[in-house]
């Protein structure tokens, strides 16, 4: 049981801006590392963002300076700013939380799509 849901995801312009959330519901506990993956068409998931519970957060080469991770505990939400979109941002998103446990909760993903 537990259950993380991906919300914000659609079609943006190049250079535009999306943030996605994730939300955290039910037996979903001691996390300890929350990040952000994507994987486009034909390509490998990769990780985009993490941001572990101290705060430190670390950030693909691609995406740093453009992408910004931040969560809320009140929430139990972790967002993805994403600004300065480009067309090779294009992929399903997903959101990962890692517990204590060594336990991996995935959601279902949100497609961004970067096109003009």
């Known amino acids: 049981q537990g259950q993380l849901v991906e919300s914000g995801g659609g079609l943006v312009q190049p250079g535009g801006s999306l943030r996605l959330s994730c939300t955290a519901s039910?037996?979903?506990?001691?996390?300890?590392?929350r990040g952000w993956y994507r994987q486009a068409p034909g390509k490998q998931r990769e990780l985009v963002a993490r941001?572990?519970?101290?705060?430190?957060?670390n950030y693909a080469d691609s995406v740093k300076g453009r992408f910004t991770i931040a969560k809320d505990n009140a929430k139990n939400t972790v967002y993805l700013q994403m600004n300065s979109l480009k067309p090779e941002d294009t992929a399903v998103y997903y959101c990962?939380?890692?517990?204590?446990?060594?336990?991996?909760?995935w959601g279902q993903g949100t497609q961004v799509t970067v096109s003009s």
């Open positions: 990962n939380h890692q517990s204590l446990e060594g336990y991996a909760y």
């Open positions: 039910g037996n979903i506990f001691n996390i300890y590392a």
């Open positions: 941001i572990i519970s101290g705060g430190i957060t």
